[in-house]
Structures are given as C-alpha cells and as structure tokens.
C-alpha cells in the first residue's frame, strides 16, 4: 500500500508564494514520474508539473516561469515552488506518483490534495 501526503497550502494574497510538499510511504521499490495536478471548483482536474526520476522537468503553460517541481528521491519527496501566485491558482493541489511495486508493476497513486487559496 502506498500513500501520499500533501502540505503547504493554505491562504496567500496575490503575487505572494507558496511551496507544497508531497510525501510518499509504503512498500515500493521506486517511483518513476511524480506530478502535481490542481482541480478548482467546478473545473477538471489539470496537470500542472511533472518531474522524472532523473529530474527532467515538464510544466503547463499556465504556470510556466512562476511554478517549479523538485524532488529529493532519497526522501520519496516531491515540491512544488509557487510564486507570483494569481486568483486563478486556487485550487485543490493533488499530488500523483507512478509506483513501481514489488511485482514491477507500474501503479498511479493520488495524495488526498491541500488546499490553495490566492486572495485578490
């Protein structure tokens, strides 16, 4: 069983900025991609960043130049940097992870989101 922990939301005026971490735990052998996606109200949820195993980057236009994915593999651990944050930020961020499992099976698996709120 693998589970994913999100933190670092919360409340912030525009322009301010905000850093998520996700935390993975569990019985796996590795983690392949790790991704940020963002669902606001009455919207899909939408990709935000993704970040490889060996560190290659990819982000949304929306985005792009304001946010920044990391991740340290040694902590299972993946960040998301947010500055210059707008009104249309807010959202629930979740965090997703591709799980190479005992068995070498690939396996998605989905934080239980934070919140973001950016003021006006």
């Known amino acids: 069983q693998v589970r994913l922990v999100e933190s670092g939301g919360g409340l912030v005026e525009a322009g301010g900025s905000l850093r998520l971490s996700c935390v993975a735990s569990?019985?796996?052998?590795?983690?392949?991609?790790m991704a940020w996606y963002r669902q606001a109200p009455g919207k899909q949820r939408e990709l935000v960043a993704t970040?490889?195993?060996?560190?290659?980057?990819n982000y949304s236009d929306s985005v792009k130049g304001r946010f920044t994915i990391s991740r340290d593999n040694a902590k299972n651990t993946v960040y998301l940097q947010m500055n210059s944050l707008k009104p249309e930020d807010t959202a629930v961020y979740y965090c997703?992870?591709?799980?190479?499992?005992?068995?070498?099976?690939?396996?998605?698996?989905w934080g239980q989101g934070t919140q973001v709120t950016v003021s006006s």
């Open positions: 997703n992870a591709v799980i190479i499992d005992s068995d070498y099976d690939r396996r998605g698996s």
């Open positions: 970040i490889t195993s060996g560190l290659t980057t």
């Open positions: 569990g019985r796996f052998l590795s983690i392949n991609v």
